[in-house]
């Protein structure tokens, strides 16, 4: 069995710059927008190295999803760079109009996401966005894990067709996937095999799933980890296959239930084969300010409450 461990912590929005600048040189094509938050979005080398290539919009979201619309009619390859919160709600309807309805070509790449943006506060710790992006028809939606796997997700959509949306995080996070991974859009990723219960997580909330199946396996639970980097098109063949083995399952996400992931698999899983699943999210709440880690703990998001989940859910299960 794989042992995940990892030697650094990195912010996944380097993994995004990252991304973009190797996106910029592979591709003339590629563009890039941001909303006065060059720096947030790690989109400073790619300004530096693409100056006529990039387009400071300014405090504009909305003009700058329209500016974006209108460059995939020439052929260019729009990244929009902006917080979570502002690149959902503030632009719903640009989004839907513009870009969605019409199947624009546009990257909104969205930083800050979730409960670990930490000090900001509520305002900006947007937890509804994942429901908004994937509930619009020709919407992708993608939600890596680490800094490796979401300079992988950024390269992949520069050859993907079509409106997508990648969200990641402000805070270091471990870094533990393979830096020279092939990113599959819309393909789950087995990181644990395991029999007794599958937990199914994305984003930050994969490191925790697997500390949480490493406490699990020492108290004799075997516990599969099913990295779920693409939360629209959902990987339903492994959502399926690795419940029907299990019996039961958890699913882990940075968001609130309502809308999110766990609802996904939830619905799958009423249509296909009904088994106990339990939700690790946040349940109809806003967040507040404070440390990353301490805030996933109060909000109900930390390993232990992953590890409690799967035990709820076997015993749903067996009973």
Known sequence: MTKYTYTEKKDTRSGFGAGLLEAGKN???????????????????????????????GIAEA?????????????????????????????????????????KNVKICASHAGLTLGEDGATH????????????????????????????ATLALVDHHGPAYLRFGRPAWPIFTDPNQK????????????????????????????????ILAEQGISAEIINIHTIKPLDDEAVLKSVEKTGCAV????????????????????????KPLEIVGVNDSFGESGKPVELLAKYGLSVESIVESAKKAIARKNA
Not at 33 to 38: E, G, Q, V, Y
Not at 72 to 99: C, E, H, L, M, W
Not at 125 to 152: F, R, S
Request: glycine share 8%.
């Open 27 to 57: 591709n003339p094509n590629v563009v890039a927008l941001c909303a006065d938050l060059i720096g947030s979005l790690k989109m400073g080398d790619f300004k530096k190295e693409f100056p006529e290539r990039f387009v400071q919009v």
């Open 63 to 103: 003009n700058m999803m329209g500016i974006a619309a209108g460059m995939t009619i020439g052929g260019k390859i729009p990244f929009t760079g902006t917080f979570a919160n502002f690149s959902t709600s503030r632009v719903y309807d640009q989004i839907r109009q513009s870009i969605a309805y019409s199947e």
């Open 125 to 152: 710790q947007v937890l509804e966005d994942i429901g908004m992006m994937k509930m619009l028809p020709n919407m992708t939606v993608i939600n890596p894990c680490d800094y490796n796997q979401t300079k992988a």
């Open 183 to 214: 990113f599959e859009i819309g393909k789950a990723i087995n990181f644990v095999e395991g029999s007794d219960v599958s937990i199914f997580a994305t984003g930050h909330m994969l490191w925790l799933a697997i500390e949480a199946e490493a």
């Open 251 to 274: 699913s882990a996400e940075e968001h609130q239930i309502a809308g999110g992931l766990g609802e996904s698999i939830a619905s799958l899983l009423a249509r296909n084969t009904p």
